[in-house]
């Protein structure tokens, strides 16, 4: 399924194409995933259970963390971008996902929940940084978290789009450059 | 066509999808569009034919454009995001062809070389602003670019997802607070 997704997209994602790559009759992957729906749907939550197996910046393995406040911010941004293949990988799947999310209420409304979560816990973040004097105090930080959130998804769509010219490096610096103008703001 | 790629996406774009909105046969439309990637080509064609074709903040029908420097930089950021119906159905389907796009290197290559014209455009107007001391001297004018260009991008795909939590408003107050953020970097 995921050399599927892959190469061809969600929208290559059909029972046949999984069955070919698994050399499978498409009647036993019917066994498992009566429709397409099912397969979409098994993908995402297979997306899902990838992105938290992954190594994160938030949660190292070795079981340290970046201290509350502007660094936990950037590095829970940074766990976002395509900074490496396999993250490139599972974003280029994620973004693949929105076309068929967006034609299905009940996906989109997952995909719209996705988000918020993600928005409250970088708003906490916001928040320490705030408390801390890294942020400015004034600022609204669910708009500061809302604003970063949509900088770091625009970016996983240009770096997908130009993985050459969107380099790992670029997009620490652009990310950099961001919160220096969000920090700032302090000042 | 439109009704097809606004409802169901460029996954539910097929030729008998469209033939059957338009009450035709599937004979009479493969007599236009071969295949469906022909069919997805015009898609693309048609929507860069309607974005050229709308008002725009950066170029009114009225013939009055906004000045040289942050007002232009803001007014074209704004005429990429979903801010009414119309910029929010063509968003929703140029944001559906990225599975599609990314999975094909001709698309993949045309919508890269449309973003990166789009950041040269955008890079200029923040040149200008640059000269008018606006934004700050000293920042790289292409990196404030491709980091604008994201931010509108990523609110795009926020605004899709969850459209009443991303009023028209509320768009305008996080790009105003993310131009206010460069802006700053200039103090």
Redesign the interface.
Known sequence: MWRVLS??????LTLRAVAAELGASTGLLTHYFPNKRALLSHALEELDRRSLARPRRTAPADGSAPPAGLARVRASLLDVLPLDGEAAADN?IW?????????DPEL?AA??GR??RSRTALTAHVADAQRLGELPAR?DPA??A??A??????????A???PE??SAERQT??LD??L???A??A?
């Open positions: 190469t061809r997209g969600f929208e290559g280029r973004v693949g996902s929105w076309d068929h999310a967006l034609a989109a995909h719209a988000y918020a600022a708009a500061l809302a604003g959130q949509a900088f770091v998804l625009g970016l996983v769509v240009q997908l789009f130009a010219e969107f610096e652009l450059a961001y220096a103008g969000l700032g703001l000042g």
